[in-house]
């Protein structure tokens, strides 16, 4: 795909001299990201739950370090990040993935996991940030808009949807001047969505290029590009931003 088509971060040399921590960072928009950080010039901080996926992330990238664990032991992670060595400039975190149980089959044990996990790793990636983010750096979190419209199946996901923007905003008061953002995409054609839709994946593809007004499917390195751009723009905080390439105003 042409650079036009996609997004291709910010300018090189944008964050030289900085480091970006990824939470996610092996794949999909966590591994897009990354990779438009190096193009900008900042240095890396890898985490991810896959080892494998990891390392080949990190031969790809060299990172100036890597950890493998989930992101939803948030005791780990908070430790993690208090424990690197001196100050980071911003953490990005792309680790989770949305719920589509409908309420007759829904686990409550696990729907509690995913809506309390999620909002518990936000929780300490800003406890630990407070510390470890320079003033002026960037907390960036990634929601959904799929959740704003009701349907079979969307409780937990519509819970998170409407519960990220206001944690972001609050948190965005509380741990200032660390800014906080949040990146909210529709769909992404990323390996989390193949394995979500499995043979129904070009189906959807199609249907997006056909409907979306941008006509075309958003991919990982549109979102990388706004991801870099909210680090890079000091004076945005508190914010919720759409992705979604207008899915929102065609989707019934």
């Known amino acids: 795909m042409s650079p036009a088509a996609e997004g291709t971060g910010g ?6 001299g900085q480091t970006v921590v990824v939470v996610g960072g092996s794949a999909g928009i966590g591994l ?56 980071v400039d911003h953490v990005m975190v792309t680790a989770g993935s949305p719920s589509y149980t409908p309420l007759a089959d829904l686990d409550l044990t696990d729907a509690g996991r995913d809506f309390g996990g999620r909002i518990a790793m936000v929780l300490a990636v800003a406890r630990a940030g407070r510390e470890k983010v320079r003033a002026g750096g960037t907390l960036l979190f990634i929601g959904g808009t799929g959740g704003r419209r009701p349907a079979v199946g969307m409780a937990v996901t519509g819970a998170l ?3 990220l923007p206001a944690l972001t905003a609050s948190l965005a008061l509380e741990v200032a001047p660390v800014r906080v953002n949040l990146i909210a995409a529709g769909f992404v054609d990323t390996p989390l969505s193949a394995s979500l839709l499995g043979d129904r994946l070009e189906a959807r593809r199609e ?3 056909r409907t979306l007004p941008i006509g075309r499917v958003v991919g990982p390195a549109d979102v990388a590009a706004l991801a870099l751009h909210i680090m890079t723009n000091g004076a945005l905080t508190g914010a919720t931003y759409d992705i979604d390439g207008g899915q929102q105003l065609v989707t019934h």
């Open 11 to 16: 300018p090189r040399g944008a964050l030289a």
């Open 32 to 87: 897009e990201t990354a990779r438009q950080v190096r193009a900008a010039g900042g240095e890396l901080v890898l985490v991810a739950r896959d080892a494998e996926r990891l390392r080949r992330a990190a031969d790809e990238l060299h990172p100036r370090s890597t950890a493998a664990f989930d992101a939803q032991d948030t005791e780990r992670l908070e430790g993690f990040l208090g424990e690197l060595p001196g100050r």
């Open 161 to 163: 949807t409407a519960a």
């Open 207 to 209: 249907e997006l290029r």
